[in-house]
């Protein structure tokens, strides 16, 4: 079952805007994780935000946590048309013993309009 | 690094035919992970290992599923008899430490038809 939901679903924007999306969990985290993929290929990392840390930045990218409200943002600035993907949060769910395992959410579809 | 390969990239099949997918990870890596990804279910996980031991296999939907990790550097996927409902993206995935705390390498995936 998914731990982490995107919101919105489906977002499209023009270049040079910035886009924002956000994901919700239930249960607390150790850390949360967020995945690109582009149309027919694997998901590639991005950035992951642990349960101690409130904002971080990779490039134009910005994620932000809110262990409180169990939340995360992912902030693209000045987007570019290959930017176009669908982007999942994931977080750790606990597997038993004490292995933990990443639960994904199902996506933002992210469209970037030259 | 040639990053996490798969095979085969496509698959058809019919119904009741035995299905085999192949995972090689990323050398060196030592958790490799099994995904199942469709429009209505999301990404799901079936399986992982870690220094080629199951660690959790309750993703696997039902007997027909089956996976094995004989040696750190290759990892297979059976469905055995497959069914159209099995039909969807299955993709491989390694990283290099246990659990969830750590990046996560996908291959290309491998995409399966079952008629």
């Known amino acids: 079952s998914q731990q982490g939901e995107e919101d919105p679903q489906a977002l499209s924007i023009q270049e040079g805007e910035n886009a924002t999306m956000n994901c919700s969990y239930k249960?607390?985290?150790?850390?949360l994780q967020w995945y690109r993929q582009n149309s027919g290929r694997g998901l590639v990392h991005l950035i992951l935000?642990?349960?101690?840390?409130r904002e971080k930045h990779s490039g134009r990218l910005r994620v932000t946590l809110d262990t409180s409200k169990k939340s995360s943002s992912l902030l693209i600035t000045a987007s570019r048309a290959a930017d176009t993907a669908s982007y999942f949060c994931a977080t750790d769910a606990y597997s038993g013993g004490s292995n933990y395992k990443l639960t994904f959410g199902k996506g933002t579809l992210l469209t970037v309009n030259p | 690094d040639a990053g996490v390969i798969q095979s085969p990239r496509h698959e058809v099949t019919e119904m009741g035919q035995e299905v085999t997918l192949r995972c090689k990870p990323i050398s060196g890596h030592n958790s490799l992970f099994w995904y199942r990804q469709t429009m209505m279910r999301g990404l799901e996980l079936l399986i992982y290992f870690n220094n080629n031991v199951p660690i959790d296999d309750s993703g696997m939907p039902e007997d027909r599923f089956s996976a094995k990790m004989p040696n750190a550097s290759f990892s297979t996927l059976k469905i055995q008899p497959s069914e159209p409902r099995d039909s969807a993206v299955y993709f491989c995935?390694?990283?290099?430490?246990?659990?969830?705390?750590?990046?996560?390498?996908f291959g290309p995936g491998t995409r399966l038809t079952v008629t």
């Open positions: 935000i642990r349960s101690n840390e």
């Open positions: 249960t607390s985290i150790n850390n």
């Open positions: 995935a390694s990283s290099n430490g246990q659990g969830a705390s750590y990046e996560q390498y």
